[in-house]
């Protein structure tokens, strides 16, 4: 049996039917087109179908589409404006943070609530727990790492200036 | 995973409701151990009750020396909350080593009790500090309801609401991460109010969370790392897996246990 379920994604209303055992991640990719979410492990390890839901970072594959009825999701496809990427975005691509590319959207949604949780002034070990959620198989984290930093430095400095900008 | 339909209530009361009426429901919390389960295929149900909606689950008060903690508090709000950082703040950062990030923001303290995963953090928590688990059915302290691997004192149909923790003298949390999983290969709570010492284990024992009660004698009669000189866990009481041997968890609940002593003794000046 099918239920109507209606969420803001990205800023518009969607509405779909979708069987109730229909997980956040496919109803992004599956029902939405929005394939930037990915789908990694399946198993709540990889962090590749991070995206933001009212407000905190999730795993998608391990959320209920249900349970998101009337919340406010963003995913990778949600943060830049235009042509002009998000500034944790704009950082993977200068610092080199990707290889394969596949785990990045779920990297730069996860590092953008790092940001917001603890600024630009982490040090190396509390990144790297931070980052406990998500898997690279490609970079050895150090360019991830670099990239986060720098995102942070942009996103932070950003606000300072003009606080509409670099936040969601 | 297999298909279910979707339910959900406002209030504690219309949720029971839903659980009484309905063929083989379950609850779902936060969603972070039963999804995965349900995906593999290890549980099913034919309805799911989301408790989302249950505000009324949500506090964290801390009155008279006793934090309590509603069931719908998730992790991450547990670790971030200043009442808890306060007054217990090895609670605060068990909660906050728990998982991942995004797992900390579904995840809930009651969703974690009332599964008693045997390589959760919460119940090595619950025995050392000798927590009260609020359910819909009574109260029923962490000794009875922790009663082995994914089972509990829990009535059927009923539903953990929260959970009060005693406010210790000193505590330290101290836990050897799997390093995959991040799950406890063991995990050691270590409480003392007064003189009395409580040891709560987790992820190394054969029957779940446990109390470790030689250790507990030994730490009341001297609160200090070589008390435990001499001291073993019984490999015959541990889990074994292929992470990890009976031996292997036996020490590491020995190592663990020293490690969690002398941080909660080094913390002692400040409480």
């Known amino acids: 049996m099918t239920n109507t379920l209606t969420m803001t994604v990205n800023g518009a209303s969607v509405t779909r039917d979708v069987p109730a055992n229909t997980l956040l991640v496919h109803f992004l990719r599956d029902s939405l087109r929005l394939t930037g979410t990915h789908v990694g492990c399946d198993t709540t390890q990889c962090g590749a179908c991070t995206v933001h839901l009212d407000g905190s970072a999730v795993k998608s594959c391990t959320t209920l589409a249900m349970t998101c009825e009337g919340s406010d999701v963003t995913t990778i496809e949600g943060l830049a404006s235009g042509d002009t990427l998000h500034p944790m975005q704009e950082a993977f691509r200068a610092n080199h943070g990707l290889q394969c590319g596949f785990c990045t959207p779920g990297f730069v949604m996860s590092a953008i609530k790092i940001v917001e949780r603890l600024g630009s002034g982490f040090d190396d070990t509390a990144l790297r727990e931070e980052l406990e959620g998500n898997i690279c198989r490609c970079t050895g984290y150090h360019n991830i790492m670099k990239s986060i930093r720098a995102g942070a430095e942009a996103m932070t400095s950003k606000q300072k200036t003009s606080p509409d900008n670099g936040a969601e | ?271």
Not at chain 2, 75 to 95: D, M, N, R, T, Y
């Open chain 2, 1 to 271: 995973m297999y298909s279910f339909e979707y339910h959900r209530a406002e209030t504690v009361e219309e949720t029971l409701k839903l659980g009484s009426v309905l063929e083989d429901a379950r609850f779902l919390a936060g969603g972070q151990s039963l999804i995965p389960m349900m995906k593999l295929r290890f549980a099913k149900a034919d309805n799911i009750i989301d408790l989302r909606d249950l505000d009324e689950l949500r506090g964290i008060e801390v009155a008279h020396d006793i934090v309590s903690i509603g069931a719908m508090a998730r992790h991450a709000e547990v670790a971030a909350s200043p009442k808890v950082q306060s007054a217990i703040p090895a609670l605060a950062g068990l909660a906050g080593g728990i998982g991942d990030p995004m797992v900390r923001a579904r995840g809930t303290m009651g969703g974690s009790i009332a599964n008693a995963d045997p390589a959760a953090c919460y119940p090595a928590a619950c025995l050392a500090l000798g927590a009260t688990i609020n359910t819909t059915g009574g109260d029923i302290e962490a000794d009875d309801f922790f009663q082995g691997v994914f089972e509990t004192a829990l009535g059927e149909g009923a539903l953990v609401t929260g959970a009060e923790f005693p406010v210790p003298d000193a505590a330290a949390y101290k836990k050897f991460r799997h390093p995959a999983s991040r799950f406890a290969l063991a995990g050691i709570f270590v409480a003392r109010f007064g003189d009395l010492v409580r040891v709560g284990v987790t992820g190394a024992g054969r029957q779940g969370a446990y109390r470790w009660i030689e250790a507990e004698d030994a730490l009341t009669e001297n609160f200090a790392v070589n008390a435990l000189d001499g001291l073993h866990a019984d490999p015959s009481q541990m889990n074994s897996d292929i992470h990890g041997d009976e031996p292997y968890r036996a020490h590491l609940v020995e190592v663990m246990t020293r490690r969690a002593v002398l941080n909660a003794s080094a913390h002692c000046g400040d409480e």
